[in-house]
């Protein structure tokens, strides 16, 4: 995750791009799923290249069978990669890409995903007014759909959104309506997303016990989840706490570990970042 904002967000990340019956011809279909269903298991690792190898094969593949669904979803899981990675230009492309094919064929449930995945590469360039319109685009979607996790997601959105924008007790309000759904459907995952960011925005409002309270929490969780990305999140935001607390011991203990996951994952370019963070 990058210290200034991260994308992976992508909480919506379709595992089920490539749905559909059985191996039929020459296995196309098969094939597809096949190396989706991987790459989303390299996507948690953080195994960024093997994981758009995955998603790119998929891709091929669903092209070779016009499969508008599947070719829409594999790019914008090869938008979410290339959104880490911080390839703007491409992540848009391949976002744009498959939103004109969720749009083609009036899928609300990606039209949601997309728009969100959308909204967060306008945040991260800065854009929030274009990323806010994003978001609520995809709530609109979510509300037709029973509820579930894109309309957490949504809310979520619009959080970063209102967090972005320093109006931070929206940002609660809109995290905090999140957790209740999460609560209500008994969806740790969905939890430890909101803790997290309940515990920046409480960073942001320089209220650390409560922020600490919440990062520990997610910590937890998505340990126990084994959620690579989660973890991340969760260290960086220890890791900020402690140095906002001026408390250099604390904040090399969370930056050091938050830095050997860096190291493991290949992401020089964030661990020379924090680095330098931890020596100022």
């Given at each position: 995750?990058?210290?200034?904002?991260?994308?992976?967000?992508?909480?919506?990340?379709?595992?089920?791009?490539?749905?559909?019956?059985?191996?039929?011809?020459?296995?196309?279909?098969?094939?597809?799923?096949?190396?989706?269903?991987?790459?989303y298991q390299y996507w948690r690792q953080g195994?960024?290249?093997?994981?758009?190898?995955?998603?790119?094969?998929?891709?091929?593949?669903?092209?070779?069978?016009?499969?508008?669904?599947?070719?829409?979803?594999?790019?914008?899981?090869?938008?979410?990669?290339?959104?880490?990675?911080?390839?703007?230009?491409?992540?848009?492309?391949?976002?744009?890409?498959?939103?004109?094919?969720?749009?083609?064929?009036?899928?609300?449930?990606?039209?949601?995903?997309?728009?969100?995945?959308?909204?967060?590469?306008?945040?991260?360039?800065?854009?929030?007014?274009?990323?806010?319109?994003?978001?609520?685009?995809?709530?609109?979607?979510?509300?037709?759909?029973?509820?579930?996790?894109?309309?957490?997601?949504?809310?979520?959105?619009?959080?970063?959104?209102?967090?972005?924008?320093?109006?931070?007790?929206?940002?609660?309000?809109?995290?905090?309506?999140?957790?209740?759904?999460?609560?209500?459907?008994?969806?740790?995952?969905?939890?430890?997303?909101?803790?997290?960011?309940?515990?920046?925005?409480?960073?942001?409002?320089?209220?650390?016990?409560?922020?600490?309270?919440?990062?520990?929490?997610?910590?937890?969780?998505?340990?126990?989840?084994?959620?690579?990305?989660?973890?991340?999140?969760?260290?960086?935001?220890?890791?900020?706490?402690?140095?906002?607390?001026?408390?250099?011991?604390?904040?090399?203990?969370?930056?050091?570990?938050?830095?050997?996951?860096?190291?493991?994952?290949?992401?020089?370019?964030?661990?020379?970042?924090?680095?330098?963070?931890?020596?100022?």
């Amino acid at each position: 995750m990058r210290l200034n904002w991260r994308w992976l967000g992508v909480l919506g990340l379709a595992v089920w791009s490539c749905a559909g019956p059985a191996q039929t011809g020459v296995g196309l279909r098969a094939q597809a799923v096949s190396a989706n269903d991987a790459g989303y298991q390299y996507w948690r690792q953080g195994r960024w290249n093997l994981a758009q190898e995955k998603f790119a094969q998929a891709l091929r593949a669903n092209r070779l069978m016009d499969d508008r669904r599947g070719i829409a979803l594999n790019l914008n899981n090869l938008g979410a990669i290339h959104q880490e990675r911080g390839e703007l230009k491409e992540a848009e492309a391949s976002y744009r890409e498959a939103l004109e094919i969720h749009r083609e064929l009036g899928d609300p449930p990606g039209l949601c995903e997309t728009l969100n995945n959308l909204g967060s590469l306008y945040q991260a360039q800065g854009k929030l007014q274009e990323a806010q319109e994003a978001y609520q685009e995809a709530l609109g979607y979510a509300r037709r759909l029973p509820p579930g996790p894109l309309h957490t997601l949504s809310l979520t959105r619009l959080g970063d959104g209102a967090r972005a924008r320093g109006d931070l007790g929206e940002a609660l309000a809109l995290y905090g309506q999140a957790l209740k759904e999460d609560e209500a459907r008994r969806d740790r995952q969905g939890q430890a997303v909101r803790w997290q960011r309940l515990g920046r925005t409480y960073l942001a409002m320089r209220e650390y016990p409560q922020a600490g309270l919440y990062f520990r929490q997610a910590l937890t969780e998505f340990r126990r989840l084994e959620d690579t990305g989660g973890i991340v999140d969760a260290l960086e935001g220890l890791t900020l706490l402690a140095l906002a607390q001026d408390d250099r011991e604390e904040a090399t203990s969370y930056g050091g570990r938050l830095l050997k996951i860096y190291q493991a994952r290949g992401q020089d370019q964030e661990a020379r970042k924090l680095e330098a963070l931890l020596k100022k």
